[in-house]
């Protein structure tokens, strides 16, 4: 790491020709990756990422820059080529570091990098097992062990002084069913902020079945019907309705230029009055909690939506500045190779009143979407969309049958409005959120919920 | 430490351990100016580099990738990459190779980014963003108005004698306005690859993504139903990129894709050819060897609707006793080996955009769609993408179109192709670089109100 008399003169350096504020952002990031496919090892690779980001923020612009050499000649000369931008007067500063110490909300128990690979292994091999007896009629089956440990270091010109661990595995299975030269995928991809730990919670074999039951239940399923219909949307990683309908267009980083919907609503009723919507960096060892966000102000649990009215954005330094508000701790980043902004940590809809059998049976005519896979939205006009990877009709309060995979799409506003049953049991789902700072761990979820009407993507006319 | 004496390091650690060996390096250095109301939003320059060894070792092949360049990362990354090794245990060999016997040469494709200054480029980008809110009273804000300019490069060494280094570079503007009306919103963009500013033209730039926002102001949904589609170029590129894994060998061999004992077959219609060109002029994937050392090369992949061929790398070709047809590429020296394309052009036919919508009754132009790394899948062949466009109606593009999907499967809609285009679009460089022109299918599944 660095030493502060480095760090001191690289920030100087950074503010020579202007600007108010400088940062520095150091990564050492171990990461390892082993893929089985039927049944073998393919491949296994580790490696180590390094470097530096240097920021500098002069009122609402940011200069960004990044290298790999560590150096203090180095680092300086990159400052001042990034300060190069910049046509002000040096601002000589004495900078008086406070080291901050964070809540630790990922404690970790075995350290991935210390057990044995041997270990990682036979829970690939678990997997495929498992996996591939499932059924006959799945021909393939793929897994992947994910490890990475992230050490980062803060400081910048407001005397911050920060360091965070992020210790993080996930667990990825595809399983193909194969009936006559036609294929159906089924994935599953459980992962968390923990050490080897993890693998004593999460069954490997269940995750595999899960990923075949999939892809076989999807290739004797029907397809979807296409139109707008009402849709039931089930607990878990369905919390990817709430991250693309909502949850980007509340970053900052479109709020701010007002390139958002929800620009200006703040206070507003912008939901059913039976949405709470939270994006919460603390959840203890979840896949999306840090304890510090990429600008090193501690995470906090956000309250964004609170029974249908907005409450929060999602807020980092720079565009606080344009909205005139203090950062939220949502400043998230890739890596050293990207200038943070506003991003989420571990968002959900918080859980409601009834059952999940409640909800479907109450309901007369929906598509129940089982699992959903990923999406994306436009924040500007909030149309977004979302994929189901399991579907199945539902008809006067009962599954009748099967539909394979379709994309709902929708428009956020008017879709937060529509939720007209909220479930009571409230699950996370882990994915990878891309954005302009790159691609991020993330979690989503919701209990099971009913949104009135969406637009069902199939290919089939009305049923 | 300079990298020619830490590649002398690594290999004087690898011989010992290894049979043979290979390191790999990409450089990159990149320049991004973002204008916002008239100043520079965000500004960002970065000079990085990262290298990857694999060796094999009794037929396993380990890998293991670094950022920094010193003496202990040197004897890391050949003890990791020795350590991995000794897990392998599929049954196909990655074989290390020896140079190509012949390599295309690119004499064509230089890139004159460097000519212009920076302060020029500060400056077109700010024309830019006036020009593009000058143009309609309606375009209310810019979601972005962004240059980006890369030179990066790549080495291949290995215990065989290859010895080879490329570069190549570009620069991309990209810009996205917002319309607004009374009662809606909508965005449009544009996107520009080139090598020479001499090619830019700001005012055409502004136009299309300003057009595109104000013409899809109050789009409604059609009515579900099979309808006649053309889908524009650009777009068409994408969805064969998303699905594009479905044409490796190597996935072929695993069971993964469909095309699976289909070479020589009838896969799509009579009137569509893939080729793979890797020098291409208008492509930015330009590349003579993959990153196994292997010549690329010039390629018909699906000729008149038959499958010539898949993209083999090098472990698929040792399978399948073939030659490797150029296609090992990585994603980066972070990831292993896999199989991917240079530059992929689909063959522009003789009709204009304008030709194709002129003969037909009732139909739709597809435009835009968003989902792609979610709404499909390349086993299955299945598709449903969010979509935007415009009706057609007696030969004409009448009104605009919003909150649709189109859905369907991308092995039956290769055969529903009627007629292809005569305007070629590429979409965003990734490594490899599609282009497509516009493609007219017979039908596809649009679901609506």
């Known amino acids: ?463 | 430490m300079d990298f020619n004496h830490f590649k002398e390091i690594v290999f004087l650690l690898g011989r010992d351990k290894f049979d043979d060996l290979e390191l790999y390096r990409n450089e990159e250095k990149t320049l991004s100016i973002h204008v916002f109301n008239g100043e520079i939003d965000k500004y960002a320059i970065a000079e990085s580099s990262g290298v990857s060894f694999r060796g094999l070792k009794d037929g396993k092949m380990g890998y293991a990738f670094s950022e920094t360049l010193d003496e202990a990362s040197a004897r890391l990354l050949v003890e990791q990459a020795y350590d991995n090794a000794k897990y392998i245990d599929t049954t196909d060999l990655t074989p290390i190779f020896e140079p190509s016997d012949e390599y295309m040469i690119n004499n064509q494709i230089k890139n004159k980014i460097d000519e212009v200054s920076i302060d020029e480029k500060i400056e077109l980008m700010k024309k830019l963003e006036k020009t593009a809110l000058s143009l309609d009273k309606r375009i209310t804000s810019l979601q972005s108005c962004i240059y980006e300019e890369y030179n990066i490069s790549k080495e291949i060494y290995n215990s065989k004698g290859l010895d080879m280094k490329e570069a190549g570079g570009g620069a991309v503007i990209y810009m996205g306005v917002v319309a607004k009306d009374d009662n809606d919103t909508k965005t449009g963009s544009a996107l520009r690859m080139f090598r020479d500013f001499k090619d830019i033209d700001i005012e055409d730039i502004a136009k299309e993504s300003v057009n595109e926002a104000v013409s899809l102001l109050n789009a409604k949904p059609i009515k579900s139903n099979d309808y006649t589609t053309i889908i524009k170029g650009n777009v068409f590129a994408d969805i064969l990129e998303a699905f594009f894994p479905t044409f490796s060998a190597e996935n072929a061999q695993k069971g993964l894709s469909q095309l699976k004992d289909k070479t020589g077959e009838v896969i799509a219609s009579d009137v569509f050819t893939i080729l793979e060109d890797p020098l291409c002029e208008m492509g930015f994937a330009l590349s003579t060897f993959d990153d196994e050392g292997n010549a690329t090369m010039y390629k018909k992949i699906v000729e008149n609707g038959k499958l010539n061929t898949l993209l083999y790398n090098g472990k698929a070709a040792l399978k399948a006793g073939v030659a490797p047809t150029g296609n090992g590429f990585r994603e980066s020296y972070k990831t292993p080996i896999s199989t991917k394309g240079t530059n992929i052009l689909v063959k522009i036919g003789e009709k204009s955009l304008d030709e194709l919508v002129s003969n037909i009754d009732n139909g739709v132009l597809v435009t835009h769609v968003a989902g792609l790394h979610s709404g499909l899948n390349p086993v299955s062949g299945d598709f449903s993408m969010q979509a935007q466009g415009f009706l057609i109606e007696e030969g004409k593009i009448t009104k605009g179109i919003n909150g649709v999907t189109v859905a369907g499967n991308f092995f039956s809609m290769l055969m529903d192709i009627e007629e292809v285009g005569s305007d070629i679009k590429f979409g965003f460089p990734s490594g490899s670089h599609f282009g497509s022109p516009s493609i007219k299918l017979k039908k596809l599944s649009i679901a609506g109100s």
């Open chain 1, 1 to 463: 790491m660095l030493n502060k008399s480095t760090v001191e003169n690289v920030l100087n350096a950074a503010l020579s020709r202007g600007g108010d504020f400088a940062e520095i952002f150091l990564e050492d990031k171990l990461v390892g990756n082993i893929k089985l496919i039927g049944g073998n090892i393919e491949n296994n690779m580790t490696g180590r990422e390094y470097g530096v980001g240097i920021r500098i923020l002069d009122n609402f612009n940011a200069i960004y820059a990044y290298t790999n050499d560590s150096s203090e000649e180095n680092l300086i000369k990159v400052a001042k080529n990034a300060a190069a931008a910049l046509n002000g007067k040096d601002t000589e500063r004495v900078l008086n570091f406070l080291k901050r110490n964070s809540t630790d909300y990922n404690p970790i128990k075995k350290n991935l990098f210390q057990v044995e690979k041997k270990d990682k292994i036979e829970l690939l091999k678990r997997a495929y097992r498992a996996g591939k007896e499932y059924d006959p009629i799945i021909s393939q089956v793929s897994a992947t062990y994910l490890e990475e440990e992230q050490d980062i270091f803060i400081a910048n010109t407001d005397g911050l002084w920060a360091n965070d661990k992020r210790v993080r595995t996930r667990f990825t299975v595809a399983s193909v069913a194969n009936r006559n030269g036609e294929m159906q995928e089924g994935y599953y991809a459980p992962g968390a902020s923990m050490g080897f730990e993890f693998y004593d919670d999460v069954n490997v074999e269940e995750v595999a079945r899960e990923a075949s039951r999939i892809a076989k239940e999807m290739i004797y399923a029907d397809y979807a019907p296409s139109g707008t219909m009402p849709v039931i949307i089930d607990n878990e990683f369905g919390g990817v309705l709430f991250h693309e309908a909502c949850g980007h267009a509340l970053e900052a980083a479109f709020v701010s230029k007002g390139t958002s919907a929800f620009a200006g609503k703040m206070g507003q009723m912008v939901a059913s009055p039976l949405v709470t919507a939270i994006d919460d960096g603390t959840i203890p060892n979840a896949w999306g909690t840090t304890n510090i966000d990429d600008e090193g102000t501690p995470t906090k649990r956000n309250i964004l939506i609170e029974n249908g009215i907005l409450k929060s954005y999602l807020v980092d330094k720079l565009n606080g500045r344009r909205m005139n508000t203090q950062s939220t701790a949502s400043s998230r980043r890739q890596s050293y190779k990207f200038a943070p902004t506003s991003r989420m940590n571990n968002t959900y809809i918080d859980a409601g009143k009834m059952t999940r059998d409640d909800i479907i049976s109450n309901t007369e005519k929906a598509l129940y979407a089982k699992k959903l896979g990923g999406g994306s939205v436009n924040p500007a006009t909030g149309d977004f969309n979302f994929a189901v990877m399991e579907g199945y009709l539902v008809e006067n309060g009962k599954i009748v049958k099967p539909l394979r995979g379709a994309t709902l799409i929708g428009n956020g506003i008017e879709v937060l409005n529509l939720i007209d049953a909220v479930g009571n049991n409230l699950s996370h789902g882990q994915g990878m959120c891309g954005s302009s700072s790159g691609s991020i761990p993330a979690n989503v979820g919701q209990p099971t919920l009913r949104v009135s009407k969406l637009t069902v993507g199939g290919r089939k006319g009305d049923e």
